[in-house]
């Protein structure tokens, strides 16, 4: 069966820093894009983060550019996010996602519905 098993979830203060990290299990994905998607009470599942298979591609989406950071380690079969400048609107379950193929060299997908496997998600709270 496979896992996606977020971790590194919790409380931190405004201006703060987590890192989140996801780690698969039933099979690797080195070859397959990864992303982290967020959804806030009441709202729907937005996309946050993505890396291509290769690691050399990644986009964010504009409300947390320059403040997110996706990376990948092939040899771990683990994702990040790290995440600095935290404020209150980023407060939401985290999930992690991975696509069960590979697309091109630089794909990184945006839309949920490009992606296969999900975890079942990290709580992320900000307090002001």
């Known amino acids: 069966q496979v896992q996606l098993v977020e971790s590194g979830g919790g409380l931190v203060q405004a201006g703060g820093s987590l890192r989140l990290s996801c780690a698969p299990s039933g099979r690797t994905f080195t070859t397959s894009p990864m992303g982290w998607f967020r959804q806030a009470p009441g709202k729907e599942r937005e996309f946050v983060a993505a890396?291509?298979?290769?690691?050399?591609?990644?986009d964010y989406a504009d409300s947390v550019k320059d403040r997110f950071t996706i990376s990948r380690d092939n040899d771990k079969n683990t994702v990040y996010l790290q995440m600095n400048s935290l404020n209150p609107e980023d407060t939401a379950v985290y999930y992690c996602?991975?696509?069960?193929?590979?697309?091109?060299?630089?794909?990184?997908?945006?839309?949920?519905?490009?992606?296969?496997?999900w975890g079942q998600g990290t709580q992320v709270t900000v307090s002001s």
């Open positions: 996602t991975a696509r069960s193929n590979r697309g091109g060299y630089y794909y990184t997908p945006r839309q949920s519905s490009e992606y296969n496997y």
């Open positions: 890396i291509s298979w290769s690691g050399v591609n990644t």
